[in-house]
């Protein structure tokens, strides 16, 4: 038995299903999750010291590499002075300020503890903003384990198979409207219906958690005049695009503005960290200035704010999305090829430094009922192939791939020829 088998087994005793969050299980893929002693640069280290270049970047926050000797430097120097205090302190208005520079729609921004605090966040200060109950989202987005949003949910949820999750009361799951993703006619229809009780649309804007998927073009905009009719707020679901897809998040991208904006992952720079933010009179609602409640113990910690801010710092400098989006439309595109050789039908998609592929005949992969039509077997022969190659792709058919700053063109070419190995076993 290797050493992660070992200590899978002691985990299950303890933990349910061994794990701290479900994906991790390898569910999706067969056996047995790879436990971590350590991790540098673009490397993962198993137990058992195995390598692994890695593209999950603990699920999107490791934007540099893991430990980036910036931000390790700014903790350390943290952790000299206190981990925590519970009181205001002068880091998390430099956060704050960063955030609002980086995202112009974001006026005021309230940092809470993970994305799914953020999104619930969203949706509580939506619903006091406007007064009205329903909210629409898009089936096989995620946007964390709030009740309102585990409807027709992406990510763990699919690829555990429930997507509606037991303990959520019906009396709530009826406010949550959910429609085709990319699909805007269908958002129109139901506005149509109930336009006037609907508090906020919230949308993953480029889809991450049923793979890759990027919005059709006008597919955004209309979310965006939709609600401006209908009085309706729109929320972006930013936790993954954000400093991702570009500097300034897919509302930079594509050029649409939410009025409010769910931030999480990079911004905590693998620190538990999550951010919720927007127009400055709707977020005046919140308390202290407004009544809709909303607070956090552990909330603009600051280790976490040392580690976030420093990362937002390191992205900032000049080209440093041009080169991250370059190197993962290299991993794109060399997997396409990879397939292509080997006679394998695939799509590939991606959006700044987030990629996807999909093992099907279709010739682009739009929404959800898209996705489940993919081949999710092949998926897991080929993740495994990877693993066994000395790469770590995320261990689910529903999940986006990440690149990180720390690749360099030796590990993607590493990438590449163990693709082109594995396509061929398919
Ligand atoms: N929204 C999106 C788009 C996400 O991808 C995730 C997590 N993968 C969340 C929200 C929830 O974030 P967390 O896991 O930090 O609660």
Redesign the pocket.
Known sequence: MTQSETLFENAQQYIPGGVN?PVRAFKGVGGTPIFIKTAKGAYLYDEDDNRYIDFIGS??PMILGHRDQRVIDALHAQIDVGVGYGAPTAIETAMAKKICELVPSIDLVRMVN??????MSTIRLARGYTGRDKIVKFEG?????VDSLLVKAG?GALTLGVPNSPGIPASLAEHTLTVPFNDIESVRRVFAEMGDEIAAVIV?PVA??MNCIPPVPGFLEGLRNVCDQHGSVLIF?????GFRVSLGGAQERFGVTPDLT?L??VIGGGL?V?AFGGKRDIMSHISPLGPVYQAGTLSGNPLAMRAGLTTLEAISEPGFHDRLTEKTNTVRDGFKRAANAAGVPLVVQSAGAMFGFFFTDQNQVNSFEDVMRCDAERFGRFFNGMLKEGVYLAPSAFEAGFTSAAMSDEDIEHTLTAARKVMETL
């Open positions: 969050s699920w999107g993970s994305g799914t605090e953020a999104t987005c995620y946007h964390g384990h990510s993953e991450g958690n679901d930013e936790v993954m695009t769910a999480g992952k538990p999550g």
